[in-house]
């Protein structure tokens, strides 16, 4: 896979319309200080497309430039909308670098002038280039990371059913990614236990579960301080229940927490029977995407609301549904918070 990145400094010369596809609002409304979530070498611009090609297929240098700048200089060229040129250098460690674009009737007079050997240093990637990389690796490591746990945790699902004693015991272990050589190394770890209960004449360990059977799961996982480990340990609660993630009740001793749910056994041998983890993830990110959508104006406290406006996180209603806030205000208001509004109102007054 070749990895192509503007810098800072490219994408500040690329209008949002050279774009081919949707991009970021740190981008589209020019707030460069918040580009620090954003995975710019994803970004649906046609000349980090071709950039790939180029360092597939190689490409042509760009002379005049390739002599200013004291180093090879590859020329990427787009031919969607309004055709615009690229500049870009290889690093040591076969990274590309776009350090300079422009529109194709500008660049090839422009080119050499903007990136002589003299002034790299406005040109090159930047210290702020190489964090953002990092930002961005780390980023992807998590996503491998929650990727492979949820399917783990299927799996120590599908494998307590077939287990004499009918339970599994799963060990997840995360690594916290450090931004810089001297950052300390953080090691998060939980230890799940999982336990499946069904009707013995559905059990049959050979051809497996019929699939009108209802297994009663229990997963119980302990010393999950880490905040993505219990968030991700849930997602795979929730992919598995399917319509309504279950409550976590905390263990009598406070070592940690457990989940109590019914799975349709087809439910599970469909998950159990997914063939990659990248598949897995897949089914998690449209499944809760589904799910938190909401079909109704809840109620939540007021507090949450701009949280999860703000950072797209899934809060819960006074129902019982959790839901991301958005801006629907054609939907129906939910009836059973509309019932539950002046309890909640009564017990915020008197807890005052």
Same mark, same amino acid.
């Given at each position: 896979?070749?990895? =192509?990145?503007? $810098? ?47 360092? @597939?297929?190689? $490409? ?67 210290? +702020? ?46 690594? %916290? ?25 559905? =059990? ?12 009663? =799961? ?5 010393? @999950? ?5 219990? $968030? ?57 995407? %589904?799910?938190?959508?909401? $079909? ?10 701009? %949280?999860?406006?703000? %950072? ?11 839901? =991301? +806030? ?27």
């Amino acid at each position: 896979m070749f990895e =192509v990145r503007p $810098t800072v400094r490219t994408l500040k010369a690329l209008p949002a319309e050279s774009y081919s596809g949707p991009i970021p609002d740190a981008i589209r409304r020019s707030r460069w200080k918040d580009l620090a979530d954003v995975d710019i070498s994803q970004l649906p611009h046609p000349l980090i497309d071709a950039g790939k090609k180029a360092l @597939a297929r190689g $490409t042509d240098r760009h002379i005049k430039a390739s002599a200013a700048a004291g180093r090879p200089v590859l020329e990427l060229r787009t031919r969607e909308g309004a055709a615009w040129r690229g500049a870009m250098i290889v690093d040591d460690d076969g990274i590309g670098w776009i350090v300079y674009a422009q529109r194709h009737d500008r660049f090839h007079s422009a080119v050499a002038g903007q990136l002589e050997a003299a002034r790299a240093h406005d040109w090159m990637p930047r210290p +702020v280039d190489r964090t953002l990389r990092r930002r961005e690796q780390a980023r992807a490591e998590i996503r491998r990371w929650r990727i492979q746990t949820l399917a783990a945790i299927i799996g120590a699902v599908g494998a307590a059913v077939v287990a004499d004693d009918h339970s599994s015991e799963l060990l997840v272990q995360r690594e %916290e990614p450090r931004l810089d050589a001297s950052a300390r190394l953080s090691i998060f770890s939980s230890t799940i236990t999982v336990s499946v209960a069904a009707d013995l004449p559905e =059990v049959d360990a050979a051809p497996g579960l019929r699939g009108e059977a209802l297994l009663d =799961v229990v997963v119980v996982t302990r010393r @999950a301080e880490d905040k993505l480990l219990s $968030t991700t340990i849930a997602e795979a609660v929730t992919l598995l229940a399917g319509h309504r993630r279950p409550d976590a009740v905390t263990l009598p001793d406070g070592s940690g927490v457990y989940y109590d749910f019914i799975v349709p056994a087809s439910r599970l041998q469909w998950l159990v029977a997914v063939e990659s983890a990248d598949e897995v993830g897949e089914l998690a990110e449209t499944a809760l995407g %589904e799910r938190l959508r909401p $079909t109704h104006l809840h109620y939540t406290r007021k507090e949450l609301v701009a %949280e999860s406006a703000v %950072e797209g996180r899934a809060v819960r209603a006074l129902c019982g549904e959790w839901f =991301v +806030v958005r801006r629907d205000e054609g939907l129906p208001v939910c009836e059973a918070c509309e019932t539950r509004l002046p309890v909640a109102r009564l017990v915020a007054e008197r807890l005052r």
